[in-house]
């Protein structure tokens, strides 16, 4: 069992910066594959950015690339999403995700098992 908890979230102006945090309990946390994803309003829930149990895979969605930087610490048992150049399509609540490592749809909201509750990130143009 793995518990997730999202921070960082906030208002930030279009152009600025965030850094969210996904902490996770749990000694397993090493052996996951961790997500993000986000859902703004009335859409559905779209793929971010996965990185590998190992940390060294990790890949981004198109509308992200050059913007996102996803990281993880596993001694710490967190991982770390810096966002940069946010614009108003950003805007959603953005979720931490922990699966199976290895899979290949891992855009895939059901393949990941375990969700935080979220944080919102709100960007104002």
């Known amino acids: 069992q793995v518990q997730l908890v999202e921070s960082g979230g906030g208002l930030v102006q279009a152009g600025g910066s965030l850094r969210l945090s996904c902490a996770a309990s749990?000694?397993?946390?090493?052996?996951?594959?961790m997500g993000w994803f986000r859902q703004a309003p009335g859409k559905e829930r779209e793929f971010v950015t996965t990185i590998s149990a190992s940390g060294g895979r990790i890949y981004y969605a198109d509308s992200v690339k050059g913007r996102f930087t996803l990281s993880r610490d596993n001694a710490k048992n967190t991982v770390y999403l810096q966002i940069n150049s946010l614009n108003p399509e950003d805007t959603a609540v953005y979720y931490c995700?922990?699966?199976?490592?290895?899979?290949?749809?891992?855009?895939?909201?059901?393949?990941?098992?375990?969700w935080g509750q979220g944080t919102q990130v709100t960007v104002s143009s």
């Open positions: 995700a922990a699966g199976r490592d290895g899979s290949v749809d891992y855009t895939i909201p059901r393949e990941y098992d375990y």
């Open positions: 749990g000694r397993t946390f090493s052996s996951y594959a």
